[in-house]
């Protein structure tokens, strides 16, 4: 894999070989099965930050809808493997596309499309509880184990859809610095900033917003996908207020503006969520509240924030001070300019 100073400066670059040596080399020499199991599971939760930033860092949309869920694989189109691949993207897709489209063409944004997102989980959940038949009702789809006749129980297959995720994870790290370095993604920032500047200008805002949200669907998706091989089986308990909201609090802990601040929130909060729990079950819930409060209110930018404040400016100044200097005692600049080195 090539990458170029253009698609990320420094700063980023270290974020992204840090992050691939916690996900690739460390954790996996670090940790047994069961702990791996749960880091898989975490990044499952990634896909939606990932999309998140997208979405709300980027766009200024603010949704309370990006669970991480995926339609009920015993339908029996769901038995072929490539077409489950496919719906598993083009069916959220879609549907992220005609919210989208009736909520950004009519100018539904802010508080009221968070609302409406949040409102259409709602009714979902109540969908599936009721249609038991079709989507098991309150207990899901549960007891879930192979995957095209490959039993996904055994260690063995948790290692290795713990590596296929962390690959799919780094993908849509790309795919999303793509997209933000893209005349799009300045779009994007410039539509959170000034929406009626961006509109004045003769672009559709309506058209970016939908392409923002039916992205941050699709990882979602994938994240969804990924958790239902994870853990086994999906619930409606997935669905609804509380994983909505936590998901943005991954998002707000890493940074909304920052991809890689999104996994990076994702993991910490996680681990603290369980670190919290097997240490204090009666209180872990007090100590996760007031861990995100802390860093909301200290860090407002999240942990991206405290990046860019305290450790980006240091690792400029150490480059900075290793610089070369010409054999004269002055700079990259000419002896006939007269600068003198800093």
């Not at 370095?181 to 500047?197: N, P, Y």
């Amino acid at each position: 894999m090539i990458i170029n100073s253009r698609f990320f400066n420094r700063s980023e670059l270290i974020g992204f070989v840090s992050l691939l040596l916690l996900l690739v080399i460390i954790l996996p020499l670090t940790l047994d099965v069961f702990r791996l199991n749960l880091v898989a599971k975490y990044l499952t939760y990634a896909f939606v930050a990932i999309g998140l930033v997208l979405c709300w860092g980027y766009g200024g949309i603010f949704s309370l809808g990006q669970e991480i869920t995926q339609l009920p694989l015993f339908w029996k189109p769901f038995q072929s493997f490539p077409f489950t691949l496919a719906a598993i993207v083009l069916v959220p897709g879609f549907f992220a596309l005609i919210i989208g489209a009736a909520m950004f063409k009519r100018r539904v944004g802010g508080v009221y499309f968070a609302i409406i997102t949040q409102a259409i989980a709602a009714i979902l959940t109540i969908l599936i509880v009721g249609q038991q038949g079709y989507t098991g009702g309150i207990n899901g789809i549960t007891d879930l184990r192979t995957l095209h006749g490959w039993d996904i129980r055994t260690d063995h297959a948790k290692f290795i859809l713990y590596f296929v995720e962390v690959a799919l994870i780094f993908g849509c790290i790309l795919l999303a610095q793509f997209i933000r370095l893209t005349k799009l993604g300045r779009i994007l920032v410039a539509m959170r900033e000034q929406e009626d500047r961006v509109r004045f200008s003769g672009y559709s805002v309506a058209n970016f917003k939908i392409f923002a949200f039916c992205m941050a669907a699709v990882f979602a998706a994938v994240g969804g996908a990924m958790f239902t091989l994870e853990v086994g089986f999906m619930s409606p308990s997935f669905v609804g207020i509380v994983p909505s909201i936590e998901m943005v609090i991954y998002t707000a802990v890493g940074g909304r503006v920052s991809i890689f601040g999104a996994v990076y929130g994702t993991l910490l909060v996680n681990f603290a969520k369980t670190s919290l729990s097997e240490s204090f079950p009666q209180l872990w819930l007090f100590g996760l509240g007031a861990l995100f409060i802390a860093v909301v209110l200290a860090f407002p930018n999240g942990l991206s924030g405290i990046w860019q404040d305290y450790v980006q400016p240091r690792i400029d100044r150490l480059f900075a001070s290793r610089k070369p200097k010409s054999g004269n005692g002055w700079t990259g600049n000419s002896v006939a300019d007269g600068a003198p080195a800093e």
